[in-house]
Nanobody, 122 residues
């Protein structure tokens, strides 16, 4: 069964850090581009970061310099390290796998994780 299983997330104070994980089963992640998206209540899903199969990464302006995407092919897992978190980062975060690395065109992603809630609040 092809699936992406997410872990991580939770409640953190402003300025804190969290790491999200996205583990694949049923397929090999290193053949795919991986994207991270987030959706806040009442807002559309937006792209946060992506990494190509060749390990080229892209970030939204809102997270550039604070978030880092990486992959561990041996563990078939992609990570999103989130530092200097702000209240506006509060959202449900989703990982996705597809043939093209993009944070703009969500339709290029074929498989999606179940989501992880991130709340940044004091």
């Amino acid at each position: 069964q092809v699936q992406l299983v997410q872990s991580g997330g939770g409640l953190v104070q402003p300025g804190g850090s969290l790491r999200l994980s996205c583990a694949a089963s049923g397929f090999t992640l290193d053949n795919y581009a991986i994207g991270w998206f987030r959706q806040a209540p009442g807002k559309e899903r937006e792209g946060v970061s992506c990494i190509s199969s060749g390990d080229t990464s892209t970030y939204a302006d809102s997270v550039e310099g604070r978030f880092t995407i990486s992959r561990d092919n041996a563990k078939n897992t992609v990570y999103l390290q989130m530092n200097s978190l702000r209240p506006e980062d509060t959202a449900d975060y989703y990982c996705a796998a597809g043939p093209i690395a993009t944070i703009t065109f969500i339709q290029f992603y074929d498989f999606w994780g179940q989501g992880a809630q991130v709340t940044v609040s004091s």
